[in-house]
């Protein structure tokens, strides 16, 4: 995902972000086998952001996680965000993939549920004070990232369903209550590489101005880029 050799190791806590309506906690499914919430190995980037890996026989994951600074979609206040960029390199063949997040500890006032949006696939927790929102690429986003190549393996364009809640496709994006996320992937070919962006968003409640569904809208690239860069003199 990127060099080690000039970064520093941290503690190996697992990866959940604290927002003001609950916790957002990730698990990662290799065929059947959840992963450990703790990782092998943490390192930690000038800038703050953090990069897990865990190992497993089939394969390596990589995850970089952190805050960034991203301009409200209206140019309003700024909105406080954290982007998880899943890495996930078969070293034998994988038959299945699952890389879900979880809320957790909602307030007792909170409601939650899907949240979708063109090319996203998210949902959202609210209460009469704040809106949380995580999201990540849609059915449809997916599909046609798998058709590019780049991102996601091209054997999955034709496995992976092209329109959200396809209740007849055991792949794509899944939903379950009260607070549920789960992009279901297809098998992963020797050395096939697939990438997944996952953001987190919070702001006040105002139903005319939802930034926080805004901003999880984040392509995967832009994520990146602000989790790797560091502002001459930054340190973390």
């Not at 941290?10 to 003001?20: C, E, G, K, L, Y």
């Not at 607070?179 to 098998?187: D, F, N, R």
Request: some cysteine; hydrophobic content about 45%.
């Amino acid at each position: 995902m990127l060099p080690t050799d000039q970064l520093a190791q941290a503690d190996r806590r697992p990866a959940v972000i604290d927002t003001p309506l609950g916790i957002v906690g990730f698990a990662v499914t290799i065929g059947t086998e959840t992963l450990p919430a703790g990782p092998n190995t943490v390192w930690l980037l000038p800038n703050g952001s953090r990069l897990l890996r865990w190992r497993h026989p089939s394969a390596t994951v990589n995850l970089l996680i952190g805050s960034i600074d991203v301009p409200a979609w209206d140019g309003g206040a700024p909105v406080p965000m954290w982007a998880a960029i899943w890495q996930v390199e078969a070293q034998t063949a994988v038959p299945r993939l699952t890389i879900a997040a979880d809320v957790t500890d909602l307030p007792a006032d909170a409601h939650a549920g899907p949240d979708p949006g063109e090319c996203l696939a998210a949902l959202s927790i609210e209460n009469d004070r704040f809106m949380v929102s995580v999201g990540g690429a849609d059915d449809e986003l997916l599909a046609m990232q798998a058709a590019d190549g780049r991102l996601m393996p091209p054997g999955w364009a034709h496995q992976l369903p092209t329109f959200e809640n396809d209740a007849d496709s055991e792949y794509g994006v899944h939903y379950e209550d009260p607070a549920h996320i789960a992009w279901h992937l297809p098998a992963l070919a020797t050395n096939e590489v697939a990438r997944l962006c996952i953001a987190t968003a919070w702001c006040p409640q105002d139903e005319d101005r939802p930034a926080a569904w805004f901003a999880v809208d984040i392509p995967l690239d832009t994520a990146y880029h602000h989790l790797t860069y560091s502002p001459p003199g930054k340190q973390a």
